[in-house]
Nanobody, 125 residues
Framework: VQLVEAGGGLVQAGDSLRISCVVS????????VGWFRRAPGKEREFVAS???????????TYSDSVKGRFTASRDFAKNTVYLQMNSLKPEDTAVYYC????????????????WGQGTQVTVSS
């Protein structure tokens, strides 16, 4: 399974940005994708996750810091997961990673077996 993120960039505070994660390879047993981020000098943290059944999204989960501003979605035809980020803040600056899991039960980062290389999001004040 391979994951490739795209769409990062430099934006101003208050702007919106959508990043994507294309999942390819043996994806039949992938039931969830999570978004994580690592800010400079900080540990990687959970941002959002999305789980699905065969053709429909079953659950979306968000960290408190992004709830109400970020939305995770999936395009089943394109095997792509998106993270729509609105009302961006300077503290959202980080490298954003997507990760895929073979389970819908997502306890922590160890639940994810496959990771992308990350995409940089920088929010200027």
């Amino acid at each position: 399974v391979q994951l490739v993120e795209a769409g990062g960039g430099l934006v101003q505070a208050g702007d919106s940005l959508r990043i994507s994660c294309v999942v390819s390879g043996r994806t039949a047993n992938i039931y969830a994708v999570g978004w994580f981020r690592r800010a400079p000098g900080k540990e990687r943290e959970f941002v959002a996750s999305i789980t699905w059944d065969i053709w429909s999204v079953s659950r979306r989960t968000y960290s408190d810091s992004v709830k109400g501003r970020f939305t995770a979605s999936r395009d089943f035809a394109k095997n792509t997961v998106y993270l729509q980020m609105n009302s961006l803040k300077p503290e959202d600056t980080a490298v954003y990673y997507c990760a895929a899991a073979q389970s819908r039960e997502l306890a922590d980062q160890l639940s994810y077996a496959y990771w992308g290389q990350g995409t940089q999001v920088t929010v200027s004040s």
